[in-house]
């Protein structure tokens, strides 16, 4: 049951067809104790997969609920086949921001395509991508790097931190420098000045307001 509401997850997220997401997707099967059974299996999940992608669609349909996929999924195909629609909203924007984009899926790329030209700005770190189990792939960093470095997009590194203090950010970079991890790879950190500065103050107003709360 795991494997088919998995299977069939993908297939939305992917916008392919059943046959399609197991043919590119073993891992996602379960493991066979003879490998003459295999096409048997595989023929079995998709039979089950394609009938509960039936009966959820029906379901929603008769509700008239769409769910997250629905309202990705529906944007790519309207921008497609209504592509005065996408030029309308391609009109409509100056700059198009993307942030957390190591977390972008492949149909989520192509949406952003639809409505962009040369005016899209990513914010991302593939090393953080935490949601695969929606589709999102470094596959698709790693294509939107590619395709600035042939256009000559600029990428910018982004080490000024302004969330933590320096001694924080001092123990993360010894940590994730290590050749172990990251080693070369790895962009170390730089507090902010200004946060430094708010945070020394920060500490010597409070310590002063104890001092003053002690007296008699």
Do not use: W
């Not at 929603?60 to 309308?88: C, M, V």
């Amino acid at each position: 049951i795991d494997t088919v509401i998995a299977l069939a997850g993908k297939a939305r997220v992917y916008d392919v067809e059943t046959t399609n997401i197991i043919a590119s997707d073993k891992n996602g099967l379960p493991k066979l104790t003879h490998e003459k059974n295999a096409e048997y299996v595989n023929k079995r999940i998709a039979d089950l997969t394609r009938s509960y992608l039936c009966a959820y669609q029906a379901e929603k349909a008769q509700q008239g609920y769409l769910d997250f996929s629905d309202q990705i999924l529906f944007t790519k195909r309207l921008f497609e086949s209504h592509p005065n629609i996408a030029q309308s909203y391609k009109d409509q924007f100056g700059v198009i921001l993307i942030d957390e984009f190591q977390d972008t899926n492949f149909v989520q790329y192509d949406i952003f395509k639809l409505i962009a030209t040369d005016n899209i700005v990513v914010v991302g770190d593939k090393r953080q991508s935490i949601y695969a189990f929606q589709g999102a792939t470094v596959e698709v960093f790693d294509e939107a790097l590619s395709i600035s470095g042939a256009n000559q997009y600029s990428e910018v590194k982004l080490q000024r931190n302004y969330r933590s203090h320096h001694q924080i950010l001092d123990t993360v970079n010894r940590v994730f420098e290590d050749e172990a991890l990251f080693g070369d790879d790895f962009v170390s950190l730089e507090p902010h000045e200004d946060f430094q500065e708010t945070h020394e103050m920060n500490h010597k107003r409070r310590s002063r307001t104890k001092f003053i709360e002690l007296l008699p």
